[in-house]
């Protein structure tokens, strides 16, 4: 069966773990890490993790070898096999990295400030985003409103200056006869009015 090794190395794995819990005694917290097995079932490499200091790490590793009989004799009573695999014990180095990496992680925890309170980011903090966006549309409505104002002010002077071009055009479009006597009133106007002028430089 394909599944039948890795059934084999899962099985010796807790067992094993269980037998090292309960009857040996370390100051460190030791566990089975991994079981590798040959093709003849007939070697265990074991490795093993151990929590603690490289002087207690030696010590378990070589406590471990110094009782294989006693443990190959009790696994032997827990996974029944053709053959009890001689174990050979290693040192496995995954735990101590990942609890290096876990108090790296915490000490950039305690340094770093929470997210909540770096000032600037908007995607961080909403309130900032929301005023600023607040912000820039009441910035949008005051310039769009002086533009209005602008263009408004700019068209009335051309609407005043369109009418006074339009003005002769217009007088074209009326009667005749009223057309010219509107023409003679505005001449006698601009007479009357060139009179008092002369009249207030005379007497100045």
């Known amino acids: 069966m394909k599944n039948r090794p890795a059934r084999v190395r899962e099985l010796i794995q807790r067992e094993l773990g269980a037998v090292?819990?309960?009857?040996?005694?370390?100051?460190?917290?030791?566990?089975?890490?991994?079981?590798?097995?040959?093709?003849?079932?007939?070697?265990?490499?074991?490795?093993?993790?151990?929590?603690?200091?490289e002087r207690e790490q030696r010590d378990v590793i070589q406590a471990l070898a110094e009782r294989r009989p006693f443990l190959q004799h009790e696994l032997s009573k827990r996974v029944i096999l053709k053959y009890t695999p001689r174990l050979h014990f290693h040192l496995d180095h995954s735990v101590e990295r990942g609890t290096k990496i876990t108090e790296i992680m915490r000490q950039i925890d305690v340094i770093t400030p929470p997210l909540e309170a770096t000032a600037g980011d908007d995607a961080v903090n909403p309130r900032a985003a929301k005023d600023a966006i607040d912000m820039e549309t009441e910035d949008r409505e005051v310039e769009a409103a002086a533009r209005r104002e602008v263009e408004t002010d700019g068209a009335d002077d051309t609407q005043d200056e369109t009418f006074e071009?339009?003005?002769?055009?217009?007088?074209?479009?009326?009667?005749p006869r009223v057309a010219k006597e509107e023409k003679n009133t505005r001449s006698i106007r601009n007479t009357q009015h060139r009179a008092a002028l002369d009249a207030d430089e005379s007497d100045d």
């Open 20 to 53: 090292i819990a309960h009857e040996m005694n370390f100051t460190a917290l030791v566990t089975v890490q991994a079981v590798d097995l040959t093709a003849d079932f007939k070697h265990s490499h074991v490795h093993i993790g151990v929590l603690g200091s």
């Open 165 to 175: 071009d339009l003005a002769p055009a217009l007088e074209h479009d009326k009667n």
